[in-house]
């Protein structure tokens, strides 16, 4: 019993030390080709043909 309770609190704590530390999505966000990505999707529901080159 005592052998578990350990086990638990060392996968507790490594979970909470380890764990993921910047919210879902900031790393697209913040990526530098999000602004080109978006030129390209008005781009594509326009209908403008010079928005691809």
Same mark, same amino acid.
């Given at each position: &019993? *005592?052998? /578990?309770?350990?086990?638990? @609190? @060392? ?7 380890? +764990?993921? /530390? *910047? *919210?879902? +999505?900031?790393?697209?966000? #913040? ?8 030129? &390209?999707? #008005? ?5 403008? @043909?010079? +928005?691809?080159?």
């Amino acid at each position: &019993m *005592k052998t /578990k309770l350990i086990a638990l @609190l @060392l996968v507790v704590s490594s979970i909470s030390v380890f +764990g993921q /530390k *910047k *919210k879902n +999505g900031t790393v697209y966000i #913040d990526h530098p080709a999000i602004d080109i990505i978006y030129q &390209m999707y #008005d781009a594509v529901n326009t209908n403008n @043909l010079e +928005g691809f080159r």
